[in-house]
């Protein structure tokens, strides 16, 4: 089963708030869905140089003890480094394309070379997407011909099925072209950002070596950003990580396997701070080697405010008990 990033195992903690229990007893029996806790290795609130385990409440059947999930058990004295990511939202690339000005007889071109045409992840494919507009003798304004580009280039990315780039009209000479956000579907669908660059050019008509007169002038305004935390991510994550731990085959049980029996929590929508925990285990063999491991606490914030960050602090406390103030970050703003 492959992973989501180099370590050997990686295995996901995904919780709203943090439970005010202080043991594990306590946590299974009043904990809130959705919250989560660090505790000792035995089940006691956390302490200086202890082994430790992550839990997470969830809405299972408490009558068959499916109402929790628990981490590995982490050895503090084999953690390597804690690291802590703030939410930062995923951002699309945007090219302005502007009509410098209305010549007469010319043809205004505007190409969007849309890469891993297909969903191939090869930027070897590749897929040419055009505006045209050719302006009259007289009476075309720059505005006409923008819109006259943004019109033809609109209904050839729409026999595309208007899935990959977003066209707006920006002050009365220019174009913005953005990748639209794609979506994720577990297992199936990655949500890969659109990838693509703009060219812009212009020739006179009937100039058969269409030499470029450069009435286009082209600014790219924002790339592609994948950001961290998204919920994107976390659903990635998830669905990597869980197949480790529940079902390594992947369904290759069915039809035993045919109804779902893998719980998962992340949202699309979730917007999340990111605790990794990276540490090891010594593997059981002849060999000296070390299994590397990462448990990662994905702490949802509901929305990106800096009260929000209170829930992430509180993990961060009980990591700097256990591991000492000098091993994990500092705590993150709230006001």
């Excluded at 009509?99 to 040419?128: H, M």
């Excluded at 069915?254 to 029996?261: G, I, K, S, T």
């Excluded at 914030?301 to 008990?321: C, E, H, I, Q």
Aim: glycine share 8%; charged share 20%; with cysteine.
């Amino acid at each position: 089963m492959s992973v989501f990033g180099p370590e050997q195992v990686e295995e996901p903690i995904i919780g709203n708030a943090v439970a005010a229990e202080t043991t594990l007893a306590t946590f299974i029996a009043s904990a809130s869905d959705k919250e989560i806790k660090v505790l000792s290795a035995d089940g006691t609130a956390p302490a200086a140089g202890e082994n430790f385990k992550v839990y997470q409440k969830t809405a299972g059947d408490s009558s068959k003890n499916l109402d929790y999930e628990f981490s590995d058990i982490v050895k503090a004295d084999k953690v390597e480094k804690v690291i802590l990511a703030t939410y930062l939202a995923e951002v699309q690339k945007s090219v302005t394309a502007t009509v410098s000005a209305a010549v007469a007889n010319t043809t205004y071109v505007l190409e969007c070379i849309i890469y891993n045409d297909g969903g191939t992840l090869s930027p070897e494919n590749f897929a040419t997407v055009s505006g045209f507009y050719t302006s009259a003798a007289s009476g075309d304004t720059v505005t006409t011909i923008r819109d006259g580009l943004l019109a033809s280039l609109q209904y050839n990315l729409s026999r595309r099925g208007n899935s990959e780039l977003v066209l707006t009209s920006s002050s009365t000479n220019a174009i913005v072209i953005a990748g639209k956000a794609q979506a994720v579907v577990p297992g199936k669908i990655i949500g890969k950002q659109i990838e693509f660059n703009v060219n812009g050019k212009s020739f006179v008509t009937g100039d058969v070596t269409h030499t470029n007169t450069n009435q286009i002038a082209l600014t790219v305004s924002a790339e592609n950003n994948p950001g961290k935390g998204t919920g994107k991510y976390a659903v990635n994550l998830e669905w990597f990580a869980k197949g480790y731990k529940y079902d390594a085959a992947r369904y290759g049980g069915w039809p035993a396997d045919f109804q779902d029996r893998v719980p998962f929590y992340a949202s699309a929508n979730g917007v999340y701070n990111v605790i990794h925990i990276k540490y090891f285990e010594d593997r059981q063999s002849p060999t000296v080697e070390k299994q590397k491991k990462v448990l990662t606490i994905l702490v949802d914030k509901g929305t990106d405010t800096a009260p929000n960050n209170a829930a992430t602090n509180a993990v961060l406390g009980d990591l700097r008990t256990i591991l000492g103030a000098g091993n994990v970050p500092a705590d993150l703003p709230v006001t």
